[in-house]
């Protein structure tokens, strides 16, 4: 068995998922290592989800019987969990959604909504990058669209990095938001925050950072990284689908407007105007993922149980590894970074002129699950000159022997097609 420095003790961690022991394909042992798109779930939040709906579900904050006191202080807690995690300054400022794409989408929204000196209209300017999953290009597209603002972009290198060379000329006086990933989930890139950040504060623009394939994987400090928002989802580390946070700073959600009405986010209603609560409520619209927030606190739990600088060790050992090993397979091509220097556990690729839709069908008949396709990053692909890749990417129960079982069987694809 490899042994690499650094790694958790992933024999004692994999017992706390019952879905790593499945067998598939007449027996097949399950390699999981499609991590990037969804983790799996413990036991330790499975318990809690099942005793949340047992016990304590009701609806929050109106009610005055137990079950809604109950049911409140669980999902308020969830909300200091959060806020403790990413370091917030305060609970107000972290918001749930019921995914990443929803907060990116609140924070578009509120900017085209908004009074000076927020507002996005024809005479500003949107920045994004060419890395970026679709949930973080779309909803500014449709802002543009919607206000005639330009978009503009950082384009790619080709190693994957971000091409930072023209940074003045993109982010002007003119650009009004920054939006941009941390960690890539095609290319597993680390982007340079720090650089984005300061030029961006030096034309006054706001920064939004979508930190899904941060948040399972590294700690995260909303306040060092000096951004306005700051965007994640909870199926991604250990919660349960259905939850994502939008992480803002107070003053800013205290001047901008909602994104959804309804119940809960107002303060008084009539027929001619309506008052909203203070945030988060304010964004907060109709009944909240009540037990997915509870999910979501309890998988934030677990995650502080091993620690966050373990599991950023664990995962650089492994793509470290993997790195060292795809390479070794004849006619494959990483895309994105070929090292593991500042780079997350998602390494994507292709393998000579074999389909990745191909290669991911006859993985999967061997028990190996991957991901193929363009990762919902299909600008990435046209960059590339690639209809597609194969995905593979790792978590905290990964271990180096599914890394050997997924080179095999790239072995067998190989030999497969010839």
Same mark, same amino acid.
């Given at each position: ?8 003790? =992933?024999?004692?961690? @994999?017992? #706390?998922?019952?879905?790593? &022991? ?6 097949? $042992?399950? /390699? ?124 790619? =290198?080709?190693?994957? @990095?971000? #091409?930072?060379?023209?940074? &003045? ?6 650009? $009004?938001? /920054? ?240």
């Amino acid at each position: 068995m490899t042994q690499l420095p650094g790694l958790l003790d =992933t024999e004692a961690i @994999r017992k #706390d998922f019952p879905i790593l &022991d499945r067998l598939v394909h007449d027996g097949k $042992k399950l /390699v999981y290592l499609d991590n990037a798109a969804t983790s799996q779930t413990p036991r330790q939040v499975l318990d809690v989800l099942s005793e949340y709906y047992e016990e304590h579900n009701a609806n929050v904050h109106r009610g005055v019987h137990v079950l809604a006191e109950e049911a409140t202080a669980l999902y308020e807690g969830a909300r200091d969990k959060v806020a403790a995690f990413i370091n917030a300054p305060s609970r107000d400022e972290v918001i749930f959604t019921k995914n990443a794409s929803e907060s990116l989408n609140l924070v578009a929204n509120m900017l085209g909504w908004a009074d000076e000196p927020y507002r996005v209209d024809q005479d500003t300017e949107i920045v994004i990058t060419e890395m970026e999953h679709h949930s973080n290009i779309v909803p500014w597209q449709l802002l543009s669209q919607r206000t005639g603002a330009k978009l503009k972009w950082f384009g790619l =290198t080709d190693d994957g @990095r971000l #091409d930072l060379s023209n940074i &003045d000329e993109i982010i002007t006086e003119k650009t $009004k938001i /920054v939006s941009f990933v941390l960690v890539s989930n095609i290319l597993g890139t680390v982007n340079p925050v720090e650089a984005i950040v300061r030029r961006a504060q030096e034309v006054g623009a706001l920064v939004c950072i979508d930190a899904s394939q941060a948040a399972p994987h590294m700690p995260l400090d909303v306040q060092a990284l000096q951004a306005d928002f700051v965007a994640f989802t909870g199926h991604k580390m250990c919660g349960p689908t259905g939850i994502g946070v939008l992480w803002g700073r107070q003053e800013l959600l205290e001047d901008l407007p909602p994104f959804l009405g309804g119940g809960e986010m107002i303060e008084t209603v009539s027929m001619h105007s309506s008052t909203f609560a203070p945030a988060p409520h304010k964004f907060e619209a109709g009944t909240p993922p009540i037990a997915q927030a509870v999910g979501l606190g309890a998988a934030i739990d677990y995650l502080n149980s091993i620690g966050m600088d373990r599991v950023l060790a664990h995962e650089h050992a492994l793509t470290e590894y993997a790195v060292k090993r795809l390479l070794e397979v004849p006619d494959l091509r990483i895309i994105g970074p070929a090292t593991a220097e500042d780079r997350g556990a998602a390494i994507s690729f292709t393998l000579g002129d074999i389909h990745p839709h191909d290669v991911g069908q006859v993985l999967d008949e061997q028990g190996i699950a991957v991901r193929v396709g363009h990762h919902c990053a299909r600008p990435v692909c046209l960059r590339y000159g690639i209809p597609a890749t194969t995905r593979a990417s790792f978590y905290l129960y990964s271990t180096p022997a599914e890394i050997d079982a997924l080179v095999d069987g790239l072995e067998h694809v190989r030999n497969f097609f010839g």
